[in-house]
């Protein structure tokens, strides 16, 4: 039989104790843990308390027929593999076994062989429901989780767009600095669409190397360059029927921006060391943080490809320019990484994520919350703290309370105030690198503390 990678476990229903000692003579392995039961009550007092992978059901018991235990057996487990055997074939027994959930049918007598081949079948058919019963798990988690949050700068826009390209299989051109969501907006666009239980793959064309590229979007055939001791699929057929993601297209070369722009044209890809074609059925989102129009200029960057990428068009803008959304990012970020917890964020602390000026855009603000919560003392969050060591655009004239549309001219006091507690924070409350940062000495800024009630 073949290996399996977890133990798996097999109970024999049958009345006849020979069949059974030498059948659990025959599977028992270090792989395989054989139970026996001599009668159907037993067996689903055996179903009932431990985890059966298949079942070997015997159409005739003392206690009653196999195809009357199948549906009790079922109910102790749905995922389970029956397999009837019988001495008494007949074309309608068969049809009753299928009928009440049996996976395959065996003839007494039966070969060793026959009844390895059956046991096999129904492991693997378990093993490849398994996964696939992951899979979209995964797939039902990642959709609950991309959402696109905001309603300024065009966000609105963005998802009118984003709901009017999952409705068709056109090419999707997302652009926008690194860190802005465009992964968060293909993935919209796939769990939106009719392909939404197909495959989506996501690969940036900036991280693997230029002479492995090829080989990972198009596979290749044994043998086709040195260290091919097998053929592989590549990204499009795996993709097939469902979303390929090509992040940072604009880095392709542009042997292979031709090879994509055939892909696009002939719905069709060759392996490396292939000479046949193979048809393939997916959709292009593609992505980019240049200035993909620049590269069609400088010819960096093929035109015919930039038009043919180029039917759905989304701009995402930076997250300087809508920071309105910050709140309401701040609150999805806390309810996903803490969910049903009673942390909380003051109004302050927003106003001054508002004041930053983000050069990592959403994903630096969500990391800016994970490591807050992470660190955080208590249940209030301080993420600003953790901007101690950039520039705040304007936190250090915003009043604790006011938001940047309300900030009113402070005192010269209040500043100050704000830049000695400012300097505290970045050098992690070391009153000596503070002093020296903001050119006083020790003293003077031990005596503005006792002022200002810094503490």
Not at 60 to 85: E, H, M, S, W, Y
Not at 126 to 151: A, P
Not at 248 to 256: N, Q, S
Not at 428 to 442: E, K, Q, V, W
Request: hydrophobic letters at 40%; glycine letters at 6%; proline letters at 4%.
């Amino acid at each position: 039989m073949k290996p399996h990678n977890v133990k798996k476990t097999i109970l024999i229903i049958d009345d006849d104790q020979l069949l059974c000692d030498v059948v659990s003579c025959h599977l028992n392995n270090n792989r395989i843990e054989v139970l026996t039961a001599n009668t159907g009550s037993a067996g689903i007092g055996i179903c009932s308390k431990r985890m059966v992978d298949v079942v070997l059901l015997d159409q005739k018991l003392p206690d009653g027929k196999g195809l009357d235990l199948c549906k009790n057996i079922l109910a102790c487990n749905d995922q389970v593999k029956i397999i009837f055997i019988t001495a008494y074939p007949s074309l309608k027994n068969a049809i009753s076994a299928i009928k009440v959930g049996a996976y395959d049918y065996l003839l007494k007598p039966f070969d060793l062989e026959d009844l390895d081949l059956a046991v096999d079948h129904a492991l693997t058919t378990l093993d490849l429901e398994k996964v696939e019963q992951i899979q979209n798990y995964k797939s039902d988690k990642e959709k609950e989780e991309t959402v696109l949050i905001g309603r300024h700068g065009g966000m609105l826009e963005i998802q009118r767009i984003a709901k009017m390209a999952a409705s068709v299989k056109a090419p999707v051109l997302i652009t926008g600095e690194t860190g802005v969501g465009k992964n968060v907006v293909s993935k919209t666009i796939h769990y939106m669409s009719s392909a939404k239980r197909t495959a989506f793959i996501g690969v940036n064309c900036a991280a693997i190397p230029d002479n492995l590229i090829e080989a990972e979007l198009f596979g290749f055939e044994k043998g086709a360059f040195t260290g091919a001791f097998s053929a592989k699929k590549g990204l499009f057929e795996m993709a097939e029927g469902g979303t390929l993601f090509l992040d940072e297209i604009g880095t392709l070369l542009l042997h292979l921006q031709s090879k994509l722009l055939s892909v696009l044209d002939d719905k069709s890809i060759r392996r490396l060391g292939s000479e046949s074609v193979r048809p393939v059925d997916v959709r292009i989102v593609a992505a980019t943080n240049r200035d993909i129009e620049k590269g069609v200029k400088d010819g960096s960057f093929r035109e015919d490809l930039y038009y043919r990428i180029n039917v759905i068009r989304i701009h995402i803008p930076p997250l300087r320019e809508r920071l309105k959304d910050i709140p309401d990012l701040c609150r999805f970020f806390i309810s996903r990484i803490v969910p049903d917890s009673d942390v909380e964020m003051p109004d302050s602390e927003t106003a001054r994520l508002m004041g930053y000026h983000w050069p990592g855009n959403v994903r630096e603000l969500k990391n800016v919350i994970e490591r807050s919560i992470i660190l955080r003392q208590g249940t209030v969050l301080r993420p600003s703290e953790l901007l101690a060591g950039e520039k705040l655009n304007r936190s250090l004239s915003l009043p604790p309370h006011e938001t940047a549309e309300a900030q009113e001219v402070l005192s010269l006091s209040e500043v100050q105030k704000q830049h000695i507690r400012y300097a505290l924070r970045k050098f992690a409350g070391n009153h000596t690198r503070a002093a020296r940062a903001l050119g006083i000495s020790r003293s003077t800024l031990n005596r503005k503390l006792k002022v200002y009630g810094v503490h």
